[in-house]
């Protein structure tokens, strides 16, 4: 079937660190995937997606490489700021358009 | 992408009360979804609105609680029948589909239940 493993927080970083969210998806077929970003008080953004394998997608300075050899989607942003403080969420889309969610991570970015 | 909103943002409620959600997007789409995110989890889909028929329900939801309405390409509710405090979560819409890109859900802003 399909799921998605995401790496658990919370994630507490200085500002300009370096950040790596883990992502490993199990899927039939070639599923899209995804990171969505919730931040507080609000509902979920699209934050980028990739739709094939080696497929970089990337936005806001956060880049995630789809794997298909180890099955990963791994987000990352060479330097993070407080205004990236949020909930992040691993997705993929299985047949008919249904979503797999991870678990979310939570990320706080300290000055 | 689309622009979604939702109706109520917010709310608090009584025990055995209902509530009614709206769902409207800025262009016709042919997937709409309703989601509960309760305290610090992820995503649970609910269920799948369908336009003109009886909504899909996933694992551990029914119609008498959860009643769905779609009427059109761009509108749906969801009711939440004779709550109880274990209803409290953020209930979240999302689409697909037609005017958006077909593989990629966008998501409404989410309206916050609190049922004391």
């Known amino acids: 079937g399909n799921s998605v493993t995401q790496m658990e927080g919370p994630v507490t970083l200085s500002e300009e660190a370096f950040l790596t969210i883990n992502c490993t998806y199990t899927a039939t077929g070639y599923p899209s995937l995804f990171w969505y970003v919730q931040y507080p008080g609000e509902g979920l953004q699209l934050l980028l997606k990739?739709?094939?394998?080696?497929d970089k997608g990337s936005n806001k300075g956060f880049e995630a490489t789809y794997r298909k050899e180890t099955t990963s989607f791994h987000l990352e942003k060479g330097s993070v700021q407080v205004s990236d403080s949020a909930v992040y969420f691993c997705?993929?889309?299985?047949?008919?358009?249904?979503?797999?969610f991870g678990t979310g991570t939570s990320l706080t970015v300290i000055p | 992408s689309a622009v979604i909103s939702q109706k109520p943002s917010r709310d608090i409620c009584q025990r055995g009360t209902s509530l009614t959600i709206q769902c409207q997007v800025d262009?016709?789409?042919?997937?709409m979804f309703w989601y509960r995110q309760q305290p610090g989890q992820s995503l649970t889909l609910i269920a799948t609105?369908?336009?003109?028929?009886?909504?899909?329900?996933e694992s551990g939801f029914v119609i008498d609680k959860f009643p769905i309405s779609r009427p059109n390409l761009t509108f749906s509710t969801l009711t939440v029948s004779n709550m109880s405090p274990e209803d409290s979560s953020i209930y979240l819409c999302?689409?697909?589909?037609?005017?958006?890109?077909?593989?990629?859900?966008?998501f409404g802003p989410g309206t916050r239940l609190t049922v004391l």
């Open positions: 609105a369908n336009q003109g028929s009886e909504a899909t329900y």
């Open positions: 997705a993929l889309s299985g047949p008919g358009n249904q979503f797999y």
């Open positions: 990739a739709t094939k394998a080696d």
């Open positions: 262009s016709q789409v042919t997937m």
């Open positions: 999302s689409v697909v589909g037609r005017g958006v890109r077909t593989d990629t859900q966008y």
